[in-house]
Antibody, heavy 121, light 106 residues
Framework: EVQLVESGGGLVQPGGSLKLSCAAS????????IHWVRQASGKGLEWVGR??????????AYVASVKGRFTISRDDSKNTAYLQMNSLKTEDTAVYYC????????????WGQGTLVTVSS | YDLTQPPSVSVSPGQTARITCSGD??????TYWYQQRPGQAPVLVIF???QRPSGIPERFSGSSSGTTVTLTISGVQTEDEADYYC??????????FGGGTKLTVL
């Protein structure tokens, strides 16, 4: 069974940092791309960024609003992806989901349950 | 680029719900649809414009015409009440979501 489990959320002050983890199981993690998607309370989904598989050079891409502040990485030996968030702003407050990029352009076929990040003083 | 969805759609049980998503780039790239029930993570219901993942009921279907794609739910059931999001990507691998449509089953 494919599972994605996010952790690391919490309360952080503006300007602070937080690192989220996405632990995967039930599939060949090293062969899959991983996305991060966030959702502010009562708002829609916003794609944050992605990291491709080793075969695709672990290439990353980000939405403009987080470029230079957020970094996505992965450790295939631990079946885990990470979202390092620096210089956090109040507008980064959201539930953060990780999702698997399905093979053969099948979209984001599995999602974690999400972890809440609150940026507030 | 922008993907535009109606904020809300309302139907009675057993009727057909159609949720549209418009965007200039949609003819070039595949569209995906996600269902999100309150308090839950999104679930993929349509991929590559019109294909249905395993486990998704046949009443869910997708179609495209020019710059508009449509998610159709035939014979709507009360359990289909949820937010629905369209999604697409551009050539650089950047992904976009529509603003979401709240489906109310009256």
């Amino acid at each position: 069974e494919v599972q994605l489990v996010e952790s690391g959320g919490g309360l952080v002050q503006p300007g602070g940092s937080l690192k989220l983890s996405c632990a995967a199981s039930g599939f060949t993690f090293s062969g899959s791309g991983i996305h991060w998607v966030r959702q502010a309370s009562g708002k829609g989904l916003e794609w944050v960024g992605r990291i491709r598989s080793k075969a695709n050079s672990h290439a990353t891409a980000y939405v403009a609003s987080v470029k230079g502040r957020f970094t996505i990485s992965r450790d295939d030996s631990k079946n885990t992806a990470y979202l390092q968030m620096n210089s956090l702003k109040t507008e980064d407050t959201a539930v953060y989901y990780c999702a698997r990029h399905g093979t053969d352009q099948k979209g984001f076929d599995y999602w974690g349950q999400g972890t809440l990040v609150t940026v507030s003083s | 680029y922008d993907l535009t969805q109606p904020p809300s759609v309302s139907v009675s049980p057993g009727q057909t719900a159609r949720i549209t998503c418009s965007g200039d780039a949609l003819p070039k790239y595949y569209t995906y649809w996600y269902q999100q029930r309150p308090g839950q993570a999104p679930v993929l219901v349509i991929f590559k414009d019109s294909q249905r993942p395993s486990g998704i009921p046949e009443r869910f279907s997708g179609s495209s015409s020019g710059t508009t794609v449509t998610l159709t739910i035939s014979g709507v059931q009360t359990e289909d009440e949820a937010d629905y999001y369209c999604q697409s990507a551009d050539s650089s691998g950047t992904w976009f979501f529509g603003g979401g449509t709240k489906l109310t089953v009256l």
